[in-house]
């Protein structure tokens, strides 16, 4: 098994992190959550929540990452094998989360020609969830497969391939480095033209007039803190495997600190692109912002298609705003697969180009049930449950191993010996209890809110199939996996990177 690779510079670094921690919901969820919490005061909680939990984890999982240069089945089998099933579960959860993410980026590709001639029409409503998607009447009615979406997710799975098959620094790197400044590129030009618009102003108004009774209520911090988690990639094995590529002398504080800022940024230029156009949607069609605005798929696919209908140069708009969809979902989603295939190297010592191969071509196998009528059904649930369930309780475990179990004096000695600010005691208070305290609260609120309501009206047959049972199969595989023999090199010594 050859040397672990490292990345090339340390901007490389830094622009696959931030591609990874940007993604479809920084563009899509953020601007909601804001709007819905308080508005510019809803920047209070969340500035505090990126303080006390966004960075401090993020130093965390790149200081272990680096010190240890493993991914997070091999990080936790270091630390005791008897950890080691937490890994596998945090990588399961990436997994499945790469499956159905994908397809995603498949509709926004279809998208990116659908807005040449505006294929969506004066109904886009009608058009995504009728013609485009084929929308069964259940998640158990598949109703055949859609084939431009399947062409596109095969299409999207082939470009993250090339990237991760391709290695650290000759792939993900390049492809970050192309990726992440041609985002931020588009954003700007296309706020630049938005914000010009007439009622953009009234949009950007809604979203940051502050509201500050809001800041007084409990939900408001925790939907701030939920965003914080959600939108950065931690807790689920991608920063640990993404640091676990660091030089051995690389600033990790820094590094994570600029992690968090640049990716909270960019949710602040999305949330400007998004209700100015929300503004100017609202004058055109005499409705308020708030009958308009929205997150999720309808914002994106419905909403904002409506939208460019009335604009100038409609066409050129559109492109841009869906080719800013597709390049934050393929900067994350390369990452995703990053961490999985990383692990399974490290576990059985197989080459890259196989792992990557057979990790794609499984991934593949399993995005084609989202390619049906039934897809965004399916989606629906599974995405709910593997970020309400699976992904927090990955997460709070790493944590309480990582703070209460582990040394953290260790990792803070380490991680200040490298980097040109030092973090103190606060750090370890904020993940041995402020973080703690979020994600178990954040658990708890999810699991009483599914056990008392159920999901989104859907069959509890459904949801026990496509939900409830993630978690526990998820289990089930992470200590299989923990059982299957592994390379002499897993726990003892440096892992290949190849």
């Not at 309400?388 to 260790?410: R, Y």
Request: glycine share 10%.
């Amino acid at each position: 098994m050859s040397k672990r690779e490292q990345w090339g510079s340390r901007a490389g670094f830094i622009l696959a992190a931030v591609g990874s921690a940007i993604g479809l919901g920084n563009i899509w969820r953020f601007p909601y959550v804001a709007y819905d919490n308080g508005g510019g005061a809803f920047l209070i909680p969340y500035i505090f929540a990126l303080l006390t939990a966004g960075i401090p984890f993020m130093i965390l999982e790149f200081g272990v990452g680096q010190k240890y240069r493993s991914s997070a089945p091999r990080l936790f089998a270091r630390l005791n094998p008897k950890w080691e099933w937490v890994g596998w579960l945090q990588v399961m959860v990436a997994a499945i989360i790469a499956t159905y993410y994908i397809a995603v980026i498949g509709w926004t590709l279809n998208y990116v020609t659908f807005s040449l001639d505006l294929s969506w029409g004066d109904d886009p409503k009608g058009f995504f969830f009728g013609e485009f998607l084929g929308l069964t009447s259940s998640p158990l009615e598949f109703g055949g497969i859609r084939w431009p979406i399947f062409v596109s997710c095969l299409a999207a799975w082939g470009i993250t391939w090339l990237a991760c098959v391709s290695g650290i620094k000759k792939g993900i790197e390049r492809a970050n480095k192309v990726l992440i400044p041609a985002l931020f590129l588009l954003v700007l030009l296309l706020i630049v033209r938005v914000v010009t618009l007439d009622g953009a102003l009234d949009g950007l108004n809604y979203l940051f007039k502050p509201d500050f009774s809001k800041v007084l209520d409990y939900k408001v911090w925790a939907a701030a803190y939920g965003q914080i988690f959600y939108s950065l990639s931690v807790g689920f094995s991608i920063m640990v495997a993404y640091s676990s590529y660091l030089p051995p002398d690389e600033d990790v504080n820094n590094n994570a600190a600029m992690t968090v800022f640049i990716n909270c940024g960019f949710s602040l230029l999305s949330g400007v692109l998004i209700f100015s156009v929300l503004g100017n949607m609202a004058l055109e069609t005499g409705a308020s912002i708030k009958d308009v605005a929205g997150a999720g798929v309808g914002l994106a696919f419905v909403t904002i298609p409506k939208a460019i209908n009335s604009l100038p140069a409609p066409e050129l708009i559109g492109t841009l705003f869906f080719l800013c969809l597709a390049m934050a979902g393929v900067s994350s989603h390369i990452s995703i697969v990053e961490a999985c295939v990383s692990s399974l190297i490290d576990k059985f010592g197989w080459r890259r180009r196989d792992t990557v191969s057979f990790f794609c071509l499984g991934g593949f196998a399993v995005t084609v049930v989202f390619t049906t009528g039934a897809g965004l059904f399916i989606l629906d649930i599974v995405d709910h449950f593997v970020n309400s369930q699976a992904l927090l309780f990955g997460a709070i475990i790493e944590i309480i191993l990582l703070s209460w179990v582990l040394n953290l004096e260790d990792i803070r000695t380490h991680v200040n010996s490298l980097s040109d600010f030092s973090v103190n005691n606060l750090w370890k208070k904020c993940l041995k209890y402020v973080t703690v305290a979020v994600l178990g609260y954040s658990i708890l609120s999810n699991l009483h809110g599914d056990l008392v309501n159920g999901y989104g009206g859907y069959p509890v047959r459904d949801l026990m199939l496509l939900g409830w049972s993630l978690l526990p199969v998820s289990l089930v595989i992470a200590f299989w996996l923990k059982n299957q023999p592994a390379t002499e090199r897993f726990i003892n010594k440096p892992a290949g990177g190849n």
